[in-house]
Nanobody, 119 residues
Framework: QVQLVESGGGLVQAGGSLRLSCAASGRTLSIAVMGWFRQAPGKEREFVGRINWSGDSTYYVDSVKGRFTISKDNAKNTVYLQMNSLKPEDTAVYYC????????????WGQGTQVTVSS
């Protein structure tokens, strides 16, 4: 099992920045990928980006590319989502998730943290 604890959400004005953290504990050696997702009110959850567990490969969806950066502190088993140039449409509950090797979907999820961007 892996436990994921997120922090760092809040209210920010458009154009501002926030950094979300996701601390992983438990059987972290089996993690292959850490992903970030978000779910806006009335919408389905959407994938934002991911980083491999070694921290040397990232991927982002087009809507956040160039504005969001995912990084990892290997010593702390913590993944970060740095969000810059925030827009009102980035308002959502953000979730981190962990995917084990040899599985096809994300296996463990954090509790979510609210990000609200005011115009």
């Amino acid at each position: 099992q892996v436990q994921l604890v997120e922090s760092g959400g809040g209210l920010v004005q458009a154009g501002g920045s926030l950094r979300l953290s996701c601390a992983a504990s438990g059987r972290t050696l089996s993690i292959a990928v850490m992903g970030w997702f978000r779910q806006a009110p009335g919408k389905e959850r959407e994938f934002v980006g991911r980083i491999n567990w070694s921290g040397d490969s990232t991927y982002y969806v087009d809507s956040v590319k160039g504005r969001f950066t995912i990084s990892k502190d290997n010593a702390k088993n913590t993944v970060y989502l740095q969000m810059n140039s925030l827009k009102p449409e980035d308002t959502a509950v953000y979730y981190c998730a962990a995917k084990y090797y040899r599985t096809t979907s994300y296996d463990f999820w954090g509790q979510g943290t609210q990000v609200t961007v005011s115009s």
